[in-house]
């Protein structure tokens, strides 16, 4: 499995999770796209990254569930997406840093048994992960 993290998560915390993870790849936006590239079209793109991995993309802009062309990408893309809360955006770096990587195993557990693509958020206070739905759904 494949987990991309959007120019919204910061940069060293894709690089502790792809310390961290043992079983999955972690790839960072920043890492494979120029800084302020258009949702639309790295989605679209990593999308198509090797169709033996399922890629799921772990992400802070929740404007992608709301704008429809974005949304219709998504759809399109048929990828996983989990949404982490607006306030996990506004977060000192240690207080993230340790939020992220008690929450990642749950993350990890959530979407290796999903059956097709879907939708999660995960919330700053509990770590809990709620299912938003299916992406053809939205």
């Not at 959007?6 to 999770?17: C, V």
């Not at 590239?37 to 999308?47: G, Q």
Request: aromatic content about 10%.
């Amino acid at each position: 499995m494949i987990f991309f993290t959007d120019e919204n998560i910061p940069i060293k915390a894709a690089q502790m999770l792809g310390i961290f993870e043992e079983k999955h790849q972690i790839r960072a936006c920043q890492d494979w796209f120029e800084r302020g590239t258009p949702d639309t079209d790295w989605m679209a793109e990593v999308s198509s990254w090797d169709e033996s991995e399922t890629t799921v993309v772990v992400g802070g802009d929740s404007r992608i569930l709301k704008n429809e062309v974005e949304k219709q990408v998504l759809k399109d893309s048929k990828l996983t997406f989990v949404l982490l809360a607006q306030r996990w955006l506004h977060l000192e770096w240690p207080v993230y840093a340790w939020k992220i990587i008690k929450v990642w195993p749950n993350i990890v557990q959530t979407v290796e048994q999903v059956r097709y693509p879907m939708v999660f958020k995960v919330a700053v206070g509990g770590l809990k992960i709620q299912t938003i739905g299916r992406i053809s759904n939205l």
